[in-house]
């Protein structure tokens, strides 16, 4: 822990009005909820109106696992036959759009 955590753990026990210590274990032991994430980055995200939380756990746990469960197979065609042909273009091709429009979701999910 450097010193800007642990200065922001005191701030949080002086707004609890209990000691740094204290503040410590009584969250550790659940007994205190958990003060908002120090950094922004482990903070919640907050979803645009139009993408749903639903969708986009959809988009990051199937379509692209999916996705890449496609370019390896793909890549792996290539590489055992050492050509492309116009079947393994169109699939490429494919993989572009998919990508392209997971991509835009992510972004319009996240604003």
Sequence with gaps: MDATERQWLKTQAEKEGI???RYIRMVALGQLP???PMYQQDRPLELNKGVT???LKRLLTHDL???GNNLNQ???H???TRQIGPRQTEEIAKIREDM???TGLIF???G
């Design 53 to 55: 939380a639903n969708q």
């Design 78 to 80: 290539v590489n055992e």
């Design 74 to 76: 793909l890549t792996r």
């Design 108 to 110: 319009k999910a996240l």
């Design 100 to 102: 392209d429009r997971i």
């Design 65 to 67: 696992p999916k996705i």
């Design 19 to 21: 000691s740094y210590t």
């Design 34 to 36: 958990q003060a908002e």
